[in-house]
């Protein structure tokens, strides 16, 4: 990984970061483009360095295994509330703390790697990009999951200017099966609040 791609996710994820800590409407095509984007590149990335070992596989699956279970649990720790009758969505302190524990997790990974098979832990090192578009991709679907228990709108795409936000038809429906499958109840926060 070169100090233009550490730079580059660096500033990536803190600006995902400041944005959720200040609180912002849930918008739910933004939130999945995003680590979709993510991890297509980082699946190009691996590419880039095939042949893999069975190490540089296992190791590659391990750091995006590690991103997605810490990435379902952040997901359980976003704020959800209405603000003008829609969904808003805020990253509390428990947050930051996994995002915090996953960083970690993925420092103490290194030399683990290097342990393993210097090869190897070039290859997972490729593989950074779709470990973190997957994690996200695990955090906004556990988020999207909340969002559709509840009884506000939520936002497609942000309207520009004077034009309204726009649901999606295929979102809604989807939330109603959801929902229905639930026997209707509404659960306004979702099953964890904290």
């Not at 750091?63 to 003008?84: A, I, M, P, Q, S």
């Not at 915090?100 to 070039?122: D, R």
Request: hydrophobic share 50%; proline share 5%; net charge positive.
């Amino acid at each position: 990984m070169s100090p233009l791609d550490i730079v580059l996710i660096v500033g990536g994820v803190g600006y995902i970061l400041a944005r959720r800590m200040m609180g912002e409407l849930l918008q739910a095509k933004a939130m999945l483009v995003a680590p979709v984007a993510l991890s297509v590149v980082g699946v190009f990335r691996v590419r880039d360095a095939l042949p893999l070992s069975a190490a540089a596989i296992a190791l590659i699956a391990a750091g995006c295994l590690l991103n997605v279970v810490v990435g379902l649990l952040r997901g359980t720790t976003v704020h959800l509330g209405e603000r003008d009758g829609v969904l808003w969505m805020r990253y509390r302190v428990s947050t930051l703390l996994l995002w915090l524990v996953n960083g970690v997790l993925k420092v103490a990974m290194v030399p683990v790697e290097h342990a393993v098979s210097p090869t190897s832990a070039h290859a997972a090192n490729q593989a950074v990009l779709l470990s973190i578009g997957l994690g996200v991709l695990a955090e906004t679907l556990v988020v999207l999951g909340r969002a559709m228990r509840t009884g506000s709108t939520v936002v497609w795409e942000k309207g520009q200017g004077d034009t309204p936000h726009r649901t999606s038809p295929a979102f809604d429906q989807v939330r109603g099966w959801v929902r229905d499958a639930e026997g209707g109840g509404q659960r306004p926060w979702g099953p964890r609040d904290w």
